[in-house]
Nanobody
């Protein structure tokens, strides 16, 4: 059974940092591109960061320079390091592992709240 489990979400003050994790099981993790999305209340889901099988990364303009995505294939885990957090980063963060439309898996999400 395929599982993606996000963790690390929390309440943090503006300017603070969090590291999210996405642990995968039941898939050949190293062949999957991993996407981090987020969805704030009343807004559409937004792609935040991508890391390919080769370790290439891409970021939304809104997080560029503040967020860093990385992967550890030995641990079947992807990380999202989030620094200099802003209130507008408040959202549920999801990881998505995808090879193609037939191999496309989502986690349950983890809540990040940035507030003083």
């Amino acid at each position: 059974q395929v599982q993606l489990v996000e963790s690390g979400g929390d309440l943090v003050q503006p300017g603070g940092s969090l590291r999210l994790s996405c642990a995968a099981s039941g898939i050949a993790f190293s062949i999957y591109t991993i996407y981090w999305y987020r969805q704030a209340p009343g807004k559409q889901r937004e792609l935040v960061a991508t890391i390919t099988t080769g370790g290439n990364t891409n970021y939304a303009d809104s997080v560029k320079g503040r967020f860093t995505v990385s992967r550890d294939n030995a641990k079947n885990t992807v990380y999202l390091q989030m620094n200099k957090l802003k209130p507008e980063d408040t959202a549920v963060y999801y990881c998505n592992a995808r090879v193609n439309s037939m191999a496309d898996y989502w986690g349950q999400g983890t809540q990040v709240t940035v507030s003083s």
